[in-house]
C-alpha cells in the first residue's frame, strides 16, 4: 500500500511542477497588456473553474493571465499551439514536442490527480516527460521542475509529506442557489 501511494505522490510532485513551469513558460510568451490569448474553448473551461473558485460569475481583473492558474494538461497544450508563432525559432521545435508529451500524458495527470487507479506506465511516462522539460524544452527556466527532480534525487521520501489539493478530488461543482439555510425545528421545508 505504502508503495502505492509514493507513487502517486512522486506522480504529483511531477505533474504539479511541469504544470507550473509550463505556465510560467506561456506567460513568458504573452506580450505584456495583452488581455485575451487562450483558445475559446480554453478560456471558457478556466473561466468557469475560476469562477467556481471565486464565487463570481464576473471575469478576471488580469484577463487570460488569471486564468492560467485553472488550466491542466490538455488545455496548456491547447495555450501553447495557439503562442507557437511566439516561441523563438530554435526552441519551437522543442518546445512543441514537449507539448505532444504533455497532451499524450494528461490522462496519467488526470488519473493522478483525480485519485483513480494507476497505469502501469504512468510514472515512467510522466518522469520522462519531466526530464524533457527538465532539459529546457519549453521557453523560459524549469525552475520547479529541475528542483523536483533535484529533491527526489536527493531524498526520494520527501513526496510522503505531500499532500494532493483536496479541490482536484472533488469533481463535483457548486450549484448556486438562494434557498435559505433550514432551520431544524421546521419539518417543512422542501
Known amino acids: 500500500m505504502t508503495d502505492h501511494v509514493a507513487t502517486r505522490l512522486t506522480c504529483f510532485a511531477l505533474v504539479s511542477a511541469i504544470e507550473d513551469d509550463a505556465r510560467s513558460s506561456i506567460a513568458s510568451l504573452v506580450d505584456p497588456g495583452r488581455d ?5 474553448d480554453v478560456r471558457a473551461k478556466a473561466r468557469l473553474r475560476w469562477s467556481n473558485d471565486h464565487e463570481s460569475d464576473g471575469d478576471p481583473a488580469d484577463g487570460d493571465s488569471s486564468l492560467l492558474a485553472y488550466l491542466d494538461f490538455a488545455d496548456l497544450s491547447k495555450a501553447f499551439d495557439a503562442l ?7 526552441l519551437r521545435e522543442r518546445t512543441l514536442e514537449c507539448v505532444r508529451n504533455i ?5 496519467a495527470r488526470n488519473r493522478v490527480c483525480h485519485s483513480r487507479p494507476l497505469e502501469t506506465d504512468d510514472f515512467p511516462r510522466l518522469y520522462d516527460l519531466a526530464r524533457l522539460v527538465e532539459r529546457g524544452s519549453m521557453p523560459g527556466t524549469p525552475t520547479r521542475t529541475r ?11 520527501y513526496v510522503l509529506h505531500l499532500r494532493i489539493p483536496e479541490f482536484w478530488m472533488n469533481s463535483a461543482t457548486k450549484i448556486r442557489h438562494n434557498l435559505p439555510a433550514p432551520d431544524f425545528d421546521d419539518t417543512g421545508f422542501i
Do not use: Q, V
Not at 84 to 90: E, G, H
Open 103 to 107: 497532451l499524450l500524458t494528461s490522462d
Open 36 to 40: 485575451e490569448f487562450l483558445p475559446l
Open 147 to 157: 528542483e523536483t527532480m533535484k529533491r527526489l534525487t536527493e531524498d526520494p521520501t
Open 84 to 90: 507557437a508563432p511566439a516561441i523563438d525559432a530554435s
